[in-house]
């Protein structure tokens, strides 16, 4: 199945701050911006009437304070600030915040965070019953760190070796089941192929190139 489209709701008071944010979010695979706010009432309304998924927040709003809007919705959110001083990034930790990025920011730092949370909330939905492997994973990937399972993988590569247990499957598909990009997954699989971590065959078709379907080897 298919992962569902994530939705957005950006909140910033300067309105071309939060139309290049927005711009960001509706170019990254898998989200989708639900609506743009200026203000803690605006965002408010739109938490009320559609919950979004995940918020991306300024520090100094006309009606208050952006922290005070992550502390009390119980809704995911990256807080986005010029505010640079160690008491404001520990509130916004504090408060809820998954992580907090300082502006100016480039586009692809952004673009990074948001493919983490888009990983990290693959990994961590599902039927109940997390083990601590899948928690230490999720918040590896959230963090942009490595697990530390035994052998060292780093999180993309364990989630393409999830997505292969017990079946044999194109990048394209180990894609969609890992939550990751096709050619990430491609590259990714292409280098555990060459260290023999799994196996790949080809597959021929009709006509045209060979299709690529990998494997994990049985132990």
Same mark, same amino acid.
Request: charged residues 20%; hydrophobic residues 35%.
């Given at each position: 199945m298919k992962d569902k489209t994530l939705q957005v709701l950006v909140v910033d008071d300067d309105f071309r701050v939060a139309g290049i944010h927005a711009s960001i979010v509706d170019q990254a695979p898998g989200f989708s911006v639900l609506a743009t706010?200026?203000?803690?009432?605006e965002a408010a309304v739109h938490i009320a009437n559609s919950t979004p998924d995940l918020l991306l927040v300024d520090v100094y709003l006309p009606d208050g304070d952006g922290i005070e809007l992550v502390r009390t919705h119980n809704i995911d959110a990256l807080v986005l600030s010029a505010a640079d001083d160690a008491h404001t990034v520990r509130r916004a930790l504090q408060a809820g915040a998954l992580g907090y990025l300082l502006k100016p920011f480039p586009q692809k730092r952004l673009v990074e965070r948001l493919d983490s949370?888009?990983?990290?909330?693959?990994?961590?939905? *599902? +039927?109940?019953?997390? !083990?601590?492997?899948?928690?230490?994973?999720?918040?590896?990937? /959230?963090? *942009? +760190?490595?697990?530390? !399972?035994?052998?060292?993988?780093?999180?993309?590569?364990?989630? /393409?070796?999830?997505?292969?247990?017990?079946?044999?499957i194109s990048a394209a598909e180990a894609a969609e089941i890992a939550g990751v990009s096709r050619a990430t997954a491609q590259r990714r699989l292409a280098a555990m192929a060459n260290q023999g971590v799994v196996e790949v065959r080809l597959k021929y078709g009709q006509s045209g190139r060979p299709e690529h379907l990998y494997s994990r080897p049985e132990l």
């Open positions: 706010a200026r203000t803690m009432a949370y888009a990983r990290y909330r693959h990994v961590m939905s *599902g +039927s109940p019953g997390l !083990s601590q492997e899948k928690i230490d994973q999720g918040l590896a990937i /959230l963090h *942009g +760190s490595q697990t530390t !399972s035994a052998n060292s993988r780093s999180a993309t590569e364990q989630l /393409l070796l999830d997505a292969l247990q017990g079946q044999e």
